[in-house]
């Protein structure tokens, strides 16, 4: 059985180099056949030499010519590759030892199998499972944002869920997997369908999901597969990315809530944003670890998280490549295990 890596690149061919080799070990190692299938979104107009795709790479390259966005790419990347098993990656995505044999090993059960991801090269810092789609997480989310003691309880509800995801240790039934890395088997994509391409940047693989839920194709968590992902580096780098997002957001909500619903949560987000202070990390905790959380969003949720010891948790740093790819600034907030805030800190991040 062939894996096909379908990889869109956009302006990082440094990240891109270090995920390809990355694959191709990973592939030697475990004895997986493989090929890697190359979309390089950013080849022209690039800005500044050496921003396209490297020569040399082990690796079919397909210059489209313009930025068709991810889900285009992934879609021009797919026809163009032969394998039994799609991966679906992001140029920022390297694959950690056994992950490919993982995720194989997940789609005996499977037709879509996620990897479990780290924000940091030392894996550490555990990414955390998509927003819930519904209307009434929706509204959650948005409230959380505009009442300091509504966001005090929804990062609460919102701990739970990301705990129960970061504590698995087998395959889990879950659509609430990132684009950043998919595995699916040839059949699940036939079943499924293309990514829509309606959705140049961002909720393509969330409405790509939710379709495949809808159509009864199973989609699993596999903990034991994993990788690190240096979130957002790409799309830092495309102008229209804010756009793009908004644009897509927009068309999600009106195709999965309606029209009418998409227009209450527009005027909900007129309502200003609240937040609460981050007090500084005080006193003790119950036990003998606590839960260490890092996100660029003041409200602290959707955030990374790591189990760290309760006497280690005043010496925490923040991983310097985790800082170094930061397009904010960053808040750690500390936890316990009834996932209550104990404090925290900021992290000014120096913008370039």
């Not at 990788?227 to 780098?237: E, F, I, L, N, P």
């Not at 260490?292 to 760290?308: D, M, Y």
Request: hydrophobic share 45%; charged share 25%.
């Amino acid at each position: 059985m062939m894996i096909s890596a379908v990889i869109v690149h956009y302006r990082t061919p440094r990240l891109l180099e270090a995920a390809v080799a990355a694959l191709h070990e990973d592939a030697r190692m475990s004895a997986v056949s493989l090929e890697v299938v190359v979309v390089d979104n950013g080849a022209a107009g690039a800005s500044a030499a050496g921003e396209e795709a490297p020569d040399g790479l082990e690796a079919q390259v397909l210059r489209p010519g313009e930025n068709l966005g991810y889900a285009a790419g992934i879609n021009l990347g797919v026809e163009h590759a032969t394998g039994d098993v799609l991966l679906l990656m992001n140029a920022d995505v390297a694959v950690e030892p056994g992950c490919l044999r993982a995720l194989l090993d997940a789609l005996g059960g499977a037709d879509i199998a996620g990897p479990r991801l780290f924000w940091d090269e030392g894996c550490r810092l555990m990414l955390p499972p998509q927003a819930l789609r519904t209307r009434r997480a929706e509204l959650d989310a948005a409230w959380a944002e505009r009442s300091p003691a509504w966001g005090r309880s929804f990062r609460r509800r919102w701990r739970r869920r990301a705990r129960a995801f970061w504590g698995a240790e087998a395959p889990v039934t879950c659509y609430e997997l990132t684009g950043a890395c998919l595995a699916v088997t040839r059949d699940g994509w036939r079943r499924v369908g293309r990514f829509d391409e309606g959705f140049r940047l961002y909720f393509e693989e969330t409405e790509w999901l939710l379709r495949a839920r809808s159509r009864g194709v199973r989609a699993v968590l596999a903990p034991a597969a994993r990788c690190v992902h240096g979130y957002d580096q790409s799309a830092k780098r495309e102008p229209r990315a804010q756009s793009w997002f908004e644009e897509s957001a927009a068309r999600f909500r009106r195709r999965c809530y309606g029209a009418w619903f998409a227009a209450l949560l527009r005027r909900l987000e007129r309502v200003l944003r609240r937040f609460e202070e981050v007090a500084p990390l005080a006193g003790g905790a119950s036990g003998d670890e606590v839960w260490v959380e890092v996100t660029p969003l003041p409200l602290g949720a959707p955030a990374t998280g790591c189990r760290v010891a309760a006497g280690d948790v005043a010496a925490f740093e923040v991983p310097e490549d985790v800082v170094a790819g930061a397009r904010s600034d960053l808040w750690v907030r500390v936890t316990d295990e009834n996932c209550r805030d104990l404090g925290g800190w900021l992290v000014e991040v120096n913008q370039k």
